[in-house]
């Protein structure tokens, strides 16, 4: 059974700086996977999505790196802002799923003016 | 601006009552799933449809819930009875899968259910 852990839970951090969100997952029989940030008491919002043949995908100031042979994906936001704080969560499409996706707990990320 | 829009957006009822949520995928996506999201066990797939045939329902208790999809434009998700533990935010989802391998997904802004 696929498991999905994203650390920290929890980050902190000063506007202007740049961070990493860590995703590991145990099955690396994956299609891709995606990530999402969730705003409090809204959907969520597709970020990213990593092909399994690929090594990273990039949008603006957001770049997401899949190492699926490991079980990793990191998530890099750079010259973080305030509108950058919310909870972001990686889920992943397992090849023998279907279209299940399996997510993980999410990091809360907050940026502080 | 294409989106997933769901209906109620916020329910309150009392046990026993029954519950429906509705949702409209975005157009031309083949593909609708529904999640649940509680603090204590985050997101759960409940179940899906590809071009409106139940694909996988496996996630979703069989004795008190129900998802269907009349048209390509709406999918419901029903709860006869409904019980405390239900209370979550349901969200729908809707993708475009034309390839095994690519599965992107866009969430609905989600129906949050309270049952007292």
């Known amino acids: 059974k696929q498991e999905v852990t994203q650390i920290p839970a929890a980050l902190s951090v000063p506007e202007g700086e740049n961070l990493v969100l860590n995703c590991s997952f145990t099955?690396?029989?994956?299609?891709?996977l995606q990530w999402f940030r969730q705003d409090p008491g809204k959907g969520l919002t597709s970020l990213l999505l990593?092909?399994?043949?690929?090594r990273e995908q990039t949008s603006g100031r957001l770049n997401a790196s899949l190492d699926k042979s490991s079980g990793r994906s990191t998530l890099y936001i750079a010259a973080s802002q305030p509108g950058d704080s919310a909870t972001y969560l990686c889920a992943v499409r397992g090849e023998t799923s279907g279209s299940r996706l399996t997510f993980g707990e999410g990091t809360q990320l907050t940026v502080n003016p | 601006d294409a989106r997933v829009t769901q209906t109620p957006r916020h329910k309150v009822t009392e046990m026993g009552q029954e519950v429906t949520m509705r949702c409209q995928p975005i157009?031309?996506?083949?593909?609708v799933f529904w999640y649940r999201q509680t603090m204590m066990q985050g997101l759960e797939l409940l179940a899906y449809f590809r071009n409106r045939a139940p694909l996988d329902d496996s996630g979703m208790p069989k004795d008190r819930f129900s998802a269907e999809m009349p048209d390509a434009t709406l999918a419901t998700l029903k709860i006869q009875p409904s019980e405390p533990r239900d209370s979550a935010v349901y969200f729908c989802a809707s993708g475009l899968v034309l390839a095994p391998s690519y599965n992107e997904q866009f969430f609905g802004p989600g129906t949050r259910l309270t049952v007292l």
């Open positions: 990593i092909q399994s043949s690929q």
């Open positions: 099955d690396s029989a994956i299609y891709n």
């Open positions: 157009l031309g996506h083949n593909t």
